[in-house]
């Protein structure tokens, strides 16, 4: 698949390699255009099939805007995305929400929520570093849903470990769940965990 990945960042860049190692076109979008493979934000989408929003939550929705809603279209939007709403003096980390306000701003385009529960060194080959893997997909549209679920098994996500929660407005309790990723991360001292459903 042609995938544009925005933002050039931790899990831009661990995203992109392994998803091209995987076969895919992938294509950056980047405040700082280099070169064929690292374009302009909207050059990057109108050349793709997949968006991933790898980008610091709050820019998002602005980001997106610059493209534009005739450029992104029905296209398959994967949003990682978490959004931190700055706390003074407490231990606690509050997260806000991106998924249902991309996919409200942008109806025809097809929002999938996944991989936001961990550390981007968990998102490939989440195996190789933890014990058990479970990643957690919302969107509206099945067939979205299936490209999406087909690309965490190309970053090696086994299907027992991926939850299809449902609609979009499911994304909203994978994104407050950031709350709880912080403070695990504070507890134990690192972020080589994955937040995990054992039954
Ligand atoms: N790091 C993790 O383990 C992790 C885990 C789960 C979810 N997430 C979420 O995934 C997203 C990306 O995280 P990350 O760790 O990759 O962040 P990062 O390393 O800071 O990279 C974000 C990238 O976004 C672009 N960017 C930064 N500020 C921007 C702005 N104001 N406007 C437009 N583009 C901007 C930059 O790429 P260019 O310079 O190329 O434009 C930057 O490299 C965030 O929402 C984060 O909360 C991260």
Redesign the pocket.
């Known amino acids: 698949m042609n995938i544009a990945v925005l933002?050039?960042?931790?899990?831009?860049s661990t995203l992109g390699a392994r998803l091209a190692s995987r076969g895919h076109r992938v294509l950056?979008g980047?405040?700082?255009p280099t070169g064929p493979d690292r374009l302009d934000h909207r050059s990057a989408v109108a050349a793709s099939d997949v968006v991933v929003t790898?980008?610091?939550?709050n820019?998002v929705l602005?980001?997106l805007d610059e493209i534009g809603g005739e450029v992104l279209g029905d296209k398959i939007l994967l949003d990682?995305?978490?959004?931190?709403i700055p706390q003074a003096a407490t231990e606690h980390t509050d997260c806000g929400e991106v998924a249902v306000p991309v996919q409200t701003r942008f109806p025809r385009t097809r929002v999938v929520k996944t991989?936001?529960t961990?550390?981007?060194?968990i998102m490939v080959d989440p195996l190789d570093s933890v014990p058990a893997a479970t990643v957690f997909v919302s969107g509206d549209d099945a067939a979205a849903k299936t490209v999406i679920i087909g690309l965490l098994g190309d970053l090696g996500w086994p299907d027992a470990g991926i939850i299809d929660l449902g609609g979009i407005g499911t994304a909203a309790a994978t994104e407050q769940a950031g709350s709880l990723y912080f403070a695990t991360v504070r507890a134990l001292g690192d972020?080589k965990f994955n937040l995990t459903v054992s039954r």
Request: proline share 7%; aromatic share 6%; net charge positive.
């Open positions: 933002g050039t960042g931790k899990v831009g950056y980047s405040r700082t790898a980008l610091p939550g820019d602005g980001v990682p995305s978490a959004t931190i991989l936001n961990m550390n981007f060194t972020a």
